[in-house]
C-alpha cells in the first residue's frame, strides 16, 4: 500500500508539470480585442473558466488515479 | 547575498527560542486553565494541552519584525497580517465551535492584506513551460490559496507531531527551492517558518505535550502559503505539500462535500489490542491518508507519522526537482 501512495504522489507531480504546459501554451496567449477597456477582462474570465475545467478534469484523472492503483494494492 | 546572512540567522534564532522558551509557560498556563482534550490514540487517559497556537504566532511576529527591521519589505507585513488573522481564525474556532464555511471564507478575507500591499506578482510561473500572466486569475488564486494551505495542514494534524513535523519538511524544502530560484530575500523571510515549526515540534512529538489546535495549524499553513505567493513559488510550494494535498483530496473525494471532521460519523480508523492504529472496513467512513497507510497491516502511531515524514521528504526533493525546473525551458 505505502508503495502505492508514493505512485500516487509522482503521479500528481506529472500531472502538475503537463498541467503547467498546458496552461502556458494554451491558457497563456489567449487574447480578446474589440471591446476597449474590457478585452483583459474578458479575456481573463475566458481563462478562468478554462482553468476551472482543466482543475475539474485534474480532479477527475486524479480520482480514477486514485481507484485504479488502491485497488490494484489491495487485490495483491 | 552576504549582507542577508546576519538578519537571516537573527531571526532564525529568534525564531526557534521564542517558540522554544514561551511553550513550556505556554502548557503550565493551559493546564491551570483545564483547556486540555484527551490524547485519543492512547491506552491511558492522557489529557493534553492545547492551543498551542499562541506561542507559534509569537515565534512567527518577532522574527518577521527583526526581518522588516533589516529588509523593510511590503511583503514582511502582508505576511505578518494575513498570518496573525490566521491564528485569530483558529483561536475562534479553538474556542467555539464554528461551522463548516467558517474556515474557508475567513481565511479568504485573511489573504487580503497580500492583494492590498501589492505582495504577489501576476505572473504564474511553470516549470519547463514558463511563465503565464493572469492578473485577474491570479486574485482568485490569492483568496483560495490561503484556505487552501490552512486547511490541509489543519487537516493532518491527527497524530502527535505530525503536523508540525510536515511542516518543518515542507517549509525547510521550499525555503531551499526560494534559493535554487534566486529568490533570496523571500528564502530568507522563510527560514522562520521551518523554525518554529521545529521548536514547536519538540513539544509536540509523541508524545505530544502540547497540540497546536486549529490556531497553531492554520498560522503554520497561512503563513506557507502566503510564501508560496509573495515568493512565485506557488507551483513548488504545491508539491512541496503534495502528501497533505493528497489527505485532503482523498477526504474530500470520499465525502463529496466540504464539512468539519467532527461531523463525520464513520470511523476511518480504530485500535487493536496493543493499541496500534489499523484501518476500519466502515464504508461511511472517508478515505484519509492514514487511513491509507494503515491498509497495508495496523502501525504504532510512531511508525504511521515516520510514513508520512518519508512522503514529505520525497515530495521535498520533487520541489526541489521542480525548482531546478523553473530554469529549464523547452
Known amino acids: 500500500m505505502r508503495t502505492g501512495i508514493y505512485g500516487f504522489l509522482f503521479a500528481m507531480w506529472i500531472l502538475i508539470l503537463i498541467g503547467g504546459g498546458i496552461v502556458v501554451t494554451i491558457l497563456g496567449p489567449i487574447e480578446v480585442t474589440g471591446y476597449g477597456d474590457a478585452n483583459w477582462f474578458i479575456a481573463s474570465v475566458i481563462k478562468a473558466i478554462i482553468a476551472i475545467i482543466l482543475v475539474v478534469i485534474w480532479i477527475l484523472i486524479l480520482s480514477k488515479m486514485k481507484n485504479w492503483i488502491f485497488k490494484k494494492e489491495i487485490r495483491t | ?330
Open chain 2, 1 to 330: 547575498m552576504i549582507d542577508l546572512v546576519i538578519p537571516a540567522f537573527v531571526s532564525c534564532v529568534i525564531a526557534f527560542f521564542v517558540v522554544f522558551v514561551t511553550t513550556p509557560p505556554l502548557i503550565k498556563f493551559l493546564k491551570k486553565r483545564n483547556m486540555a482534550v484527551k490524547d485519543m490514540n492512547k491506552k491511558e487517559d492522557i489529557m493534553v494541552v492545547r492551543p498551542g497556537g499562541p506561542s507559534i504566532i509569537l515565534g512567527i511576529i518577532v522574527s518577521e519584525i527583526v526581518l522588516y527591521a533589516f529588509l523593510q519589505l511590503n511583503e514582511i507585513i502582508a505576511l505578518i497580517i494575513t498570518t496573525s488573522a490566521a491564528f485569530a481564525i483558529g483561536y475562534v474556532d479553538d474556542r467555539k465551535v464554528m461551522g463548516g464555511w467558517f474556515k474557508p471564507v475567513t481565511l479568504a478575507i485573511a489573504a487580503i492584506p497580500i492583494i492590498a500591499f501589492g505582495a504577489y506578482d501576476t505572473d504564474l510561473a511553470f516549470p519547463l513551460f514558463g511563465d503565464v500572466q493572469i492578473p485577474l486569475l491570479y486574485i482568485g488564486l490569492v483568496l483560495l490559496m490561503i484556505p487552501i494551505t490552512g486547511n490541509t495542514i489543519n487537516s493532518i494534524d491527527v497524530l502527535n507531531g505530525v503536523a508540525s513535523g510536515f511542516m518543518v519538511i515542507a517549509s525547510f524544502s521550499l525555503s531551499i527551492c526560494l534559493f535554487i530560484v534566486q529568490n533570496y530575500e523571500i528564502a530568507i523571510v522563510s527560514l522562520p517558518l521551518g523554525f518554529v515549526s521545529l521548536a514547536f515540534y519538540k513539544y509536540h512529538k509523541i508524545p505530544s505535550r502540547i497540540f497546536p489546535g486549529d490556531s497553531g495549524a492554520l498560522t503554520l499553513g497561512a503563513m506557507y502559503g502566503t510564501i508560496a505567493i509573495i515568493g512565485g513559488v506557488e507551483i513548488i510550494a504545491a508539491v512541496a505539500l503534495l502528501p497533505a494535498v493528497i489527505n485532503s483530496f482523498l477526504f474530500l473525494s470520499s465525502v463529496k462535500k466540504i464539512v468539519e471532521h467532527r461531523q463525520i460519523k464513520g470511523k476511518p480508523v480504530e485500535h487493536t489490542e496493543d493499541f496500534k492504529l489499523k484501518a476500519t472496513d466502515d464504508k461511511t467512513a472517508p478515505v484519509t491518508l492514514v487511513r491509507l497507510l494503515l491498509a497495508g497491516g495496523p502501525l504504532s502511531e510512531k511508525q504511521i507519522g515516520f510514513a508520512i515524514f518519508k512522503l514529505g521528504i520525497f515530495s521535498g526533493i520533487l520541489a526541489v526537482i521542480t525548482a531546478f525546473m523553473m530554469g529549464v525551458s523547452l
